[in-house]
């Protein structure tokens, strides 16, 4: 079993910036999929950003593309999510998870390993 922890969340004002970090325990992040995901009050989680196993590809959903940048250290065995420019809309519960098939990174079904969540607040 897979335990993954956030970490990095916090109130920050518009147009700042937070780096939220992801570690994992019993397995590398360079063997599975991650991603980060949000939820917001009332609102479904969504797809944030991932990168893929192995080479480490990277994907963004429109909302933070530009903005956002997910990275993995593998000598840490960490994923990280830069976020700048953060904007009010931004502010959800940020969540990591792993997968262990290939397939979807978007999508949140595909996810086998969820961390607790990190809470990020945007204030306008």
């Known amino acids: 079993q897979v335990q993954l922890v956030e970490s990095g969340g916090g109130l920050v004002q518009a147009g700042g910036s937070l780096r939220l970090s992801c570690t994992a325990s019993e397995r590398t992040f360079s063997t599975l999929d991650t991603g980060w995901f949000r939820q917001a009050p009332g609102k479904e989680r969504e797809f944030v950003a991932a990168?893929?196993?192995?080479?480490?590809?990277?994907f963004y959903a429109d909302s933070g593309q530009g903005r956002f940048t997910i990275s993995r250290d593998n000598a840490k065995n960490t994923v990280y999510l830069q976020m700048n420019s953060l904007k009010p809309e931004d502010t959800a519960v940020y969540y990591c998870a792993s997968k262990v098939l290939y397939g979807s990174v978007t999508n949140v079904a595909r996810y086998n390993y969820w961390g607790q969540g990190t809470q990020v607040t945007v204030s306008s």
């Open positions: 990168i893929t196993r192995s080479i480490g590809s990277t």
